[in-house]
């Protein structure tokens, strides 16, 4: 498997501009989350996924963000407009429920808002 | 909430033995784990060990776990340059949910 995949890597993007995040699981893996790492406040839980299902989006900063999974394998997290202070690396995981052993991590995307 | 804690900077010689801690307040955790992030990259995980442990060694990892003091450390046996990295202890009640990070300790390896 080729791991949990992320794109873009990079994005640069203007203050205002809706930016689109996308994260491919490894197959079969049936959790799904986005984490957002900063410098400030480290990894903070934004959303996370069972079976395509959001089970738990409390960590969703503002209504400016928005995550989907329309299916097993996609699911993009979408701000918009976004600011200057939503610059940070997000990244996806993905699990099993018969693994307990933790997450698998996507490369991250590295945002930056001017 | 959860809250895990551990040091921002850790410094050694290669070939010394590191010792990363980490406190965490959640009595119900039953998984804790260290993972490890390599500059530009996400997070690996390292190991794990379930919270009716002691101890846990994995090669040149070993983990210590006082349940009592909710207290949980990575020994990094002869220390090597590509150790340096940013490691994370993290912990939760079920490996498939929520996992809640520490801030990072930042392992620098001196030659």
């Known amino acids: 498997d080729a791991g949990v995949i992320q794109s873009p890597r990079h994005e640069v993007t203007e203050m205002g501009q809706e930016v689109t995040l996308r994260c491919k699981p490894i197959?079969?893996?049936?959790?799904l989350f986005w984490y957002r790492q900063t410098m400030m406040r480290g990894l903070e839980l934004l959303i996370y996924?069972?079976?395509?299902?959001?089970?738990?989006d409390s960590g969703m900063p503002e209504d400016r963000f928005s995550a989907k999974m329309p299916n097993a394998s996609f699911s993009t997290l979408k701000i918009q407009p976004s600011e200057p202070r939503d610059s940070a690396v997000y990244f996806c995981?993905?699990?099993?429920?018969?693994?307990?052993?933790?997450?698998?991590f996507g490369s991250g995307t590295r945002l930056t808002v001017v | 909430g959860e809250d895990v804690e551990q040091s921002l900077f850790l410094s050694v010689r290669e070939g010394d033995s590191s010792v990363i801690n980490c406190t965490y307040t959640?009595?119900?955790?039953?998984?804790l784990y260290w993972y490890k992030q390599e500059p530009g990259a996400g997070l690996q995980l390292l190991t794990y060990?379930?919270?009716?442990?002691d101890m846990k060694q994995d090669q040149r990892l070993t983990v210590l776990l006082n349940k009592k003091d909710k207290h949980l450390s990575l020994r990094i046996a002869d220390t090597q340059t590509g150790d340096s990295a940013i490691y994370f202890c993290?912990?939760?009640?079920?490996?498939?949910?929520?996992?809640?990070f520490g801030i990072g300790t930042k392992l620098q390896v001196i030659p």
């Open positions: 060990i379930f919270s009716n442990m």
């Open positions: 197959s079969g893996h049936d959790y």
């Open positions: 993290a912990e939760s009640i079920r490996g498939y949910q929520k996992v809640t």
């Open positions: 959640d009595s119900s955790s039953t998984y």
């Open positions: 995981a993905s699990t099993m429920r018969e693994e307990n052993y933790g997450y698998t």
């Open positions: 996924f069972n079976n395509n299902v959001p089970i738990d």
